[in-house]
């Protein structure tokens, strides 16, 4: 039965599909296949714009692995073992591909779980302190913009309601779409809802070389109907072979067609074979990079999904590190969240993300709508830009500069929150003093406000 709604769900889209929708759809494709931002069309860069506004994302890790607090899809073993030996570890993988997949043990694949208990997990997933809305509102207290919620990870499990698999969330005891309940939380909240999809899938029979045409299919479905079932999609984050640009594995163009059908105004990034929308460094914060969207993505404890509570968790310093340098970079951060297996979210994790909200409802100004530069990050600190102003956010007061190399400009205010700080502009820039009192526990926010607009000032 759910084979054949599957087909007539296809089959309507199909249908539906009008003249416009072709011109649309042929446009965006064109502009997945430009890498920076002022060379794509307008329209990709006109509904681009509430990503690099947003400058915060919540990325959501979560599946059955969290009920033995091991690693996402990575700790499975695939042969018949103790899950002691750690002995080669033949993962399903695409033999034509230019890269391979990752076939040693990594330590933060470790522990390794027998195949006999991972794939037995979701039997035993019943997450019944999940609550979406909840999850929803602590990412507004925290100042998120958007959500990327895992919807498939390597390991094949589908966290929502799939027509086209039996392995998907209602096998499990707790028998609810999680997708689904996330997805309506957004829309009532008015946050933007976006899907991780992996093409990877190493549960699927025919994720091979040898069988991919099928399996691409089976994709191209699951998208579709993630796409048409929890729409407004407004992003999806895929998954496998960042660093293989052949086009031809994943059958780019058929697939981004049928996503920009469904969803003309989607933002894709750049990991299924062409540049897409963005990029996406990994456990890293990206380069100031004025010219290209990105967005890195990035955990609070060097790990994907829940480890326990014996792993630990970044000071929330760091969190400030990410979010700063991201905003100055002129890139987002994507901060990953990992719930427990009862659903809820790691109260050490809570608590770091309640501190960034209440920072930025001070000083939001200086992240949201702003682009980085025109000062490079540094030791001391990073800056944004924004009009007329120029925002100076100091983490590091032992490494500020006695002379800012801001010069050009007439300044006509330099505040710190309320108050007005005093400064001496000179030929060769900018002098001033921030007494204690008025700098921040965390980041310290400047405003420079000067005479012109300084969206097209060259970095320096």
């Known amino acids: 039965m759910k084979r054949f709604i599957a087909t007539l769900l296809t089959v309507a889209l199909a249908l539906n599909a009008s003249p416009q929708e072709k011109y649309g ?4 494709w064109a502009d997945a296949q430009i890498a920076r931002l002022k060379e794509k069309s307008p329209t990709a860069q006109e509904r681009s714009q509430w990503f690099r506004e947003a400058r915060l994302g919540m990325f959501i890790h979560w599946n059955q692995s969290s009920v033995v607090a ?3 899809s990575w700790s499975k073993q695939f042969y018949d073992d103790d899950g002691e030996k750690l002995l080669h570890n033949p993962r399903p993988t695409l033999k034509h591909c230019k890269a391979q997949e990752h076939t040693d043990w ?3 694949f470790k522990p390794a779980v027998p195949k006999e208990i991972y794939d037995h997990l979701h039997k035993s997933f019943y997450p019944a302190m999940y609550n979406a809305d909840s999850i929803v509102h602590t990412s507004m207290q925290a100042g998120v913009k958007y959500i990327v919620m895992v919807t498939k990870h390597h390991d094949g499990f589908c966290m929502w309601d799939s027509e086209y698999t039996d392995y998907d969330i209602m096998s499990t005891p707790f028998a609810r779409d999680i997708v689904s309940e996330m997805a309506d939380a957004c829309h009532r909240h008015g946050m933007k809802f976006c899907i991780y999809y992996s093409q990877r899938d190493w ?3 025919d994720y091979s070389s040898e069988n991919l045409p099928r399996y691409n299919l089976y994709m191209r479905n699951q998208i579709k109907e993630l796409l048409t079932k929890y729409a407004p999609v407004a992003g999806i984050f895929f998954d496998a072979h960042a660093w293989n640009k052949d086009p031809e594995v994943w059958e780019s163009e058929t697939l981004f067609k049928e996503i920009y059908a469904i969803a003309p105004d989607i933002l894709i990034n ?3 074979g062409v540049p897409g929308d963005y990029y996406t460094p990994e456990q890293r914060v990206g380069s100031i990079d004025m010219e290209t969207m990105w967005e890195s993505c990035m955990t609070f404890t060097g790990e994907w999904s829940w480890r326990g509570f014996a792993n630990e968790v970044i000071p929330v310093e760091k969190c400030f590190d990410y979010l700063i340098n991201c905003a100055g970079g002129n890139g987002n951060l994507l901060l990953n969240i990992d719930p427990l ?3 809820q979210i790691d109260p050490r994790e809570k608590s770091r993300l309640k501190i960034m909200g209440e920072w930025l409802a001070r000083n939001g100004e200086a992240i949201y709508g702003t682009q980085g530069g ?3 990050p540094a030791d001391w600190g990073v800056s944004t830009r924004k009009g007329k102003n120029l925002y100076l956010l100091v983490k590091d007061w032992n490494s500020f500069p006695a002379l800012l190399p801001i010069t050009g400009l007439k300044i ?5 929150g309320d108050k007005a700080i005093d400064f001496k502009a000179g030929k060769n820039g900018v002098e001033l003093s921030v007494p204690e009192s008025c700098r921040d526990r965390y980041v310290t926010v400047i405003k420079i406000t000067t005479n012109r607009d300084l969206t097209d000032r060259e970095l320096l």
């Open 270 to 272: 750049n990991r299924c």
């Open 412 to 416: 006509k205010e330099i505040t710190v």
């Open 70 to 72: 091991a690693e996402i």
């Open 203 to 205: 549960h699927h029979p």
């Open 374 to 376: 025109f000062l490079r």
């Open 341 to 343: 297996p009862t659903g």
């Open 25 to 28: 759809t042929e446009e965006a």
């Open 106 to 108: 990594i330590s933060w």
